[in-house]
């Protein structure tokens, strides 16, 4: 990293291509440059396409969205093929409870 003043910024900017640069004033940093490295427009292309080709593949594609009366249905059949066995919560807690005293 090369140290430059400030009142040098714009000169050694402009010819800094891929440096970077420790702004100083008076002696103390007041800032840092550090130059964008630009893609060239073909690369950048190709990086979308192959982005592209991933987010077009049979595993990502989208699922229908469910009406509001086919979640309700789903969920209703969810819910039917839930079988619980044993005594309410409610009883085994005041079952718990008694026997603590």
Known sequence: MKNIDI??????????????????????????????????RQQTDELWERLDAVFDADRFRKVPQLTKEELLASLRKFRDSIRVSGEALSATVIKARREER
Request: aromatic share 8%; charged share 30%; no cysteine.
């Open 7 to 40: 009142s040098k910024l714009q000169e050694q900017v402009l010819s800094a291509k891929d440096e970077s640069l420790r702004v100083k004033q008076d002696g103390r940093v007041v800032g840092f440059f550090y130059p964008v490295k630009t893609t060239p």
